[in-house]
Structures are given as structure tokens and as C-alpha cells.
């Protein structure tokens, strides 16, 4: 069943179809450590003639050498480790484990350099220019490529937070009351939107100093990796290090993630800072969909199929949506510039063009979901992560169409979960894998 920070994800951000999540800094406490000694039980030398060492040694015939040797080894066999010892012992087991998660997370980077590079492109298309068609491809360039590399990724916790048939069922029950309490919030003229963005980038400054590590790996060189920074004591007795160091890549990454949040919070319009809040917001999708699990098919299809229903109510039938998105400023959803009015026309009341961080994460979930599939089936003929990716390219395509059309907001759940659950039941009849799908 999902846990607290699962749960307020699900319930609680998902209110604009938006999820982040708060994860334990592990990059903080990782280092490099050795293998910790073992207890060796030292058995009584015999006294006998050194030039006999091919020779099987007798046992002693005498029987209170014999008896005290006994004894001996008993009192050293029954020593245990201290609770300090184990504790210690502990730590440095978890500290090997994370690195060795570190090393795969940094490998799969290097597979998925390109994808990488490509998002990182991206965000030099505001240069370009602020028109429709850019404000399309930018949008459509960083989910598709977040819902891949999300899907992909390597991620340090052991099990990832399983979300329950009752959590899914309750989820689009919940988004409603948050996204009703923050309306009403603001059409009493209290604005909630400081509070919170400073929650909000306060997870997104942790969650870029997690996904920083890895990157960074691939880029700087190896020392960054192995590097080490010695501590003060008491520093290192708060954090339960077992050394008086913290790994170098976990400090960097924190800063970075500390100064990005900073920048977010400097006097600037938010026009000239947009690209930071986005990539606070890419660091949140990143991190939610490394660590929230839907664990089945079915607890899958209830939590899209109801968030399906909650996206199209909220939308269509109510200002309530727009009104949220449009008023609390926070890193929780994609900006680019709105194209340039037309000569005559009436101002826009926000600057920007919006995707919703939960357009990319709820059905996200879905497509990595979609790669323990590929693993518990080895599917022949196509791969139902492949096929999930697609699908969600396609479905987004849809309702890029028809907002161009009907030039009005959409609802991108309306397109993006018939398409996910629909690629999971047509490869499933494809690889004659149907009934092991559902």
C-alpha cells in the first residue's frame, strides 16, 4: 500500500494533475568504504617439530589441554558484535549498496546521452522564437522525452512505494477537494500561492540534488566521483556518518539544487526566469516517477481511469482548473512564452502557454509500469514499454490538434489515458500475452 509521501502526491498535487515527491538525500550520506572485518576464531597451536608441516597434526591426548582449548574456542566463537558495531556494520552495507546503485544510475545516463542532450536543446527554443509552433514542439519535446527517461531510469531506493487499489480509487477524490480548497482559497482573496511554491521548491531543490549526481558523473571528471570533503565532528554525528566526510558529487549536486531554488525566488519576472521553474518541475517528474510504483495492471487503470474523469469534469465543467493553474505561481507545470498578439487583440490574462506537471507523470507512472511488463513477459513481438511511449507521443498529438482547433484549454488526460491503457491491451493481444496483461 503507498506510504504518506505517495499518498500526499496522489492526493494532494495531483489537484492540478500534478504529482512530486520527497525522497531521502541519499547522495548526502553516500561514500566509498571497504569491507568491514570479520571475527576470525583463532584455533591453539600444537607444539610440534616445524619440519612436519606436510604432516596432519594429532589431536592433544592430554585431556586438560584439551578441555581449556575448548573452552577457548567457545568464549571466542560466542563473541558478537557490539549494537555500535552493528550499527556501523549497517551503514557501511547501505553505504556499498547506494554506491553500487549510483554506478548503474550513471551507466544509464551514458546509454541515454542523446535523449539527454536533446532536452537540454530544448530549452535554447525560446530563442528561437515564442510561436505556436515552438511553444508545441517544446512541450511536446520534453514530455515525450521525461515520459522515456523517467521510464528508464535507475533510481537508489530498494522498493519503490506501491499505490494501492483503494489509494487509486480515492485519488481523483482527493485532487478534488485540494483543487476546491485552493479555488476558493482564491476567490476569497487569499492567494496560497507563496506557501505553496515554497513547499514545492523546497522538494524540487532535493529532487534536482538527486538527479544532479548522475549527470554530473557523466560530465565532470572521475574524481568528482570519488571525492570526499571532510566534516566536523558534530556535523558528522547529526548526519550518522560513519566517517567525518560527505561524498563530493551529493555536496555539489545540493547546492545546485539550493542556487536553482534561489534563482527561482529572485525579484525577476517570471518571463525571464520561466526555464528555471521548468527545470525544478523536471527534476519533480523525474524523481516521482523513480519512486512511486502502481504495482498492477488493474491499480493502473483505476487510478487513469478516474483521473481521466476528474481531468475532463474540472476542465470542461467548471472554471475551476484554469483558475488554479492560471493563479498560484509554482514550479509545477511547464511554461513557454505565449505567441505575440495580433494587432487589435485583447491582452492576455497569463504570459504563457502551460502544460501540467501531472500530464506528464500520471500517465508516466503508466509507461514505466509498462517496463516490469517487458520483464515479467518477454513480449516477442513488440515491447510494451516501446509500444507506451508511443502511445503517449500520440495521444499528446491528439490534443495538441485539437487545441489548435477549437483554440481552448484541454484536458490532456482526455487523450493521453485511453491511449497508455490501450497500448498495453493491443501489444498484450499482439504477443497472445492478453489475460497475463490484465
Same mark, same amino acid.
Given at each position: 500500500?503507498?506510504? $504518506?509521501?505517495?499518498? /500526499?502526491?496522489?492526493?494532494?498535487?495531483?489537484?492540478? @494533475?500534478?504529482?512530486?515527491?520527497?525522497?531521502?538525500?541519499?547522495?548526502?550520506?553516500?561514500?566509498?568504504?571497504?569491507?568491514?572485518?570479520?571475527?576470525? @576464531?583463532?584455533?591453539?597451536?600444537?607444539?610440534?617439530?616445524?619440519?612436519?608441516?606436510?604432516?596432519?597434526?594429532?589431536?592433544?591426548?592430554?585431556?586438560?589441554?584439551?578441555?581449556?582449548?575448548?573452552?577457548?574456542?567457545?568464549?571466542?566463537?560466542?563473541?558478537?558484535?557490539?549494537?555500535?558495531?552493528?550499527?556501523?556494520?549497517?551503514?557501511?552495507?547501505?553505504?556499498?549498496?547506494?554506491?553500487?546503485?549510483?554506478?548503474?544510475?550513471?551507466?544509464? #545516463?551514458?546509454?541515454?546521452?542523446?535523449?539527454?542532450?536533446?532536452?537540454?536543446?530544448?530549452?535554447?527554443?525560446?530563442? #528561437?522564437? !515564442?510561436?505556436?509552433?515552438?511553444?508545441?514542439?517544446?512541450?511536446?519535446?520534453?514530455?515525450?522525452?521525461?515520459?522515456?527517461?523517467?521510464?528508464?531510469?535507475? @533510481? +537508489?531506493?530498494?522498493?519503490?512505494?506501491?499505490?494501492?487499489?483503494?489509494?487509486?480509487?480515492?485519488?481523483?477524490?482527493?485532487?478534488?477537494?485540494?483543487?476546491?480548497?485552493?479555488?476558493?482559497?482564491? =476567490?476569497?482573496?487569499?492567494?496560497?500561492?507563496?506557501?505553496?511554491?515554497?513547499?514545492?521548491? +523546497?522538494?524540487?531543490?532535493?529532487?534536482?540534488?538527486?538527479?544532479?549526481?548522475?549527470?554530473?558523473? =557523466?560530465?565532470?571528471?572521475?574524481?568528482?566521483?570519488?571525492?570526499?570533503?571532510?566534516?566536523?565532528?558534530?556535523?558528522?554525528?547529526? /548526519?550518522?556518518?560513519?566517517?567525518?566526510?560527505?561524498?563530493?558529487?551529493?555536496?555539489?549536486?545540493?547546492?545546485?539544487?539550493?542556487?536553482?531554488?534561489?534563482?527561482?525566488?529572485?525579484?525577476?519576472?517570471?518571463?525571464?526566469?520561466?526555464?528555471?521553474? =521548468?527545470?525544478?518541475?523536471?527534476?519533480?517528474?523525474?524523481?516521482?516517477?523513480?519512486?512511486?510504483?502502481?504495482?498492477?495492471?488493474?491499480?493502473? *487503470?483505476?487510478?487513469?481511469? $478516474?483521473?481521466? *474523469?476528474?481531468?475532463?469534469?474540472?476542465?470542461?465543467?467548471?472554471?475551476?482548473?484554469?483558475?488554479?493553474? !492560471?493563479?498560484?505561481?509554482?514550479?509545477? &507545470?511547464?511554461?513557454?512564452?505565449?505567441?505575440?498578439?495580433?494587432?487589435?487583440?485583447?491582452?492576455?490574462?497569463?504570459?504563457?502557454?502551460?502544460?501540467?506537471?501531472?500530464?506528464?507523470?500520471?500517465?508516466?507512472?503508466?509507461?514505466?509500469?509498462?517496463? &516490469?511488463?517487458?520483464?515479467?513477459?518477454?513480449?516477442?513481438?513488440?515491447?510494451?514499454? =516501446?509500444?507506451? @511511449?508511443?502511445?503517449?507521443?500520440?495521444?499528446?498529438?491528439?490534443?495538441?490538434?485539437?487545441?489548435?482547433?477549437?483554440?481552448?484549454?484541454?484536458?490532456?488526460?482526455?487523450?493521453?489515458?485511453?491511449?497508455?491503457?490501450?497500448?498495453?491491451?493491443?501489444?498484450?493481444?499482439?504477443?497472445?500475452?492478453?489475460?497475463?496483461?490484465?
Amino acid at each position: 500500500m503507498i506510504g $504518506g509521501k505517495g499518498a /500526499f502526491i496522489l492526493s494532494i498535487l495531483s489537484a492540478w @494533475t500534478v504529482t512530486t515527491h520527497g525522497f531521502t538525500p541519499y547522495p548526502l550520506i553516500r561514500n566509498q568504504v571497504g569491507r568491514t572485518n570479520k571475527i576470525r @576464531t583463532l584455533a591453539p597451536i600444537s607444539r610440534k617439530d616445524a619440519s612436519s608441516k606436510d604432516e596432519a597434526e594429532e589431536p592433544s591426548t592430554n585431556p586438560f589441554m584439551a578441555l581449556f582449548s575448548n573452552i577457548g574456542q567457545k568464549a571466542l566463537a560466542s563473541k558478537v558484535e557490539t549494537e555500535g558495531e552493528r550499527s556501523v556494520r549497517l551503514k557501511r552495507e547501505e553505504l556499498e549498496r547506494l554506491e553500487g546503485k549510483e554506478v548503474e544510475r550513471a551507466e544509464r #545516463v551514458k546509454q541515454d546521452s542523446l535523449p539527454y542532450l536533446f532536452l537540454l536543446a530544448l530549452q535554447f527554443l525560446p530563442l #528561437v522564437g !515564442t510561436e505556436r509552433v515552438e511553444s508545441v514542439a517544446y512541450f511536446f519535446g520534453v514530455a515525450v522525452t521525461t515520459v522515456y527517461l523517467g521510464g528508464r531510469q535507475v @533510481t +537508489l531506493v530498494e522498493e519503490e512505494e506501491r499505490v494501492s487499489s483503494e489509494s487509486a480509487l480515492f485519488a481523483p477524490v482527493a485532487a478534488s477537494i485540494s483543487i476546491g480548497i485552493l479555488y476558493l482559497l482564491i =476567490n476569497s482573496g487569499i492567494n496560497p500561492a507563496a506557501l505553496y511554491a515554497a513547499g514545492v521548491t +523546497l522538494f524540487g531543490g532535493l529532487a534536482i540534488s538527486d538527479i544532479g549526481v548522475p549527470i554530473l558523473r =557523466n560530465v565532470l571528471p572521475e574524481g568528482f566521483a570519488s571525492g570526499k570533503v571532510k566534516v566536523p565532528k558534530k556535523v558528522s554525528d547529526s /548526519f550518522g556518518l560513519v566517517d567525518e566526510e560527505l561524498p563530493l558529487d551529493g555536496l555539489v549536486t545540493l547546492l545546485l539544487g539550493l542556487s536553482i531554488t534561489a534563482a527561482y525566488w529572485s525579484p525577476f519576472a517570471m518571463e525571464q526566469k520561466f526555464l528555471v521553474s =521548468n527545470f525544478i518541475a523536471w527534476a519533480l517528474a523525474m524523481t516521482s516517477l523513480g519512486a512511486i510504483s502502481l504495482g498492477s495492471f488493474q491499480t493502473a *487503470a483505476i487510478l487513469l481511469a $478516474g483521473l481521466f *474523469a476528474y481531468d475532463i469534469f474540472w476542465v470542461f465543467g467548471t472554471p475551476v482548473m484554469m483558475t488554479v493553474a !492560471t493563479k498560484v505561481e509554482a514550479p509545477v &507545470k511547464f511554461l513557454y512564452t505565449a505567441p505575440p498578439l495580433l494587432e487589435g487583440a485583447e491582452p492576455r490574462e497569463y504570459p504563457f502557454s502551460v502544460l501540467g506537471l501531472g500530464d506528464v507523470v500520471i500517465p508516466g507512472l503508466f509507461v514505466r509500469f509498462m517496463t &516490469k511488463l517487458d520483464a515479467a513477459l518477454q513480449p516477442q513481438t513488440i515491447g510494451y514499454f =516501446n509500444g507506451a @511511449t508511443a502511445a503517449y507521443a500520440l495521444g499528446l498529438s491528439a490534443c495538441f490538434v485539437v487545441n489548435e482547433i477549437t483554440h481552448s484549454g484541454q484536458p490532456a488526460l482526455l487523450y493521453l489515458d485511453p491511449a497508455c491503457i490501450g497500448s498495453a491491451l493491443a501489444v498484450g493481444a499482439l504477443n497472445g500475452q492478453l489475460a497475463d496483461v490484465w
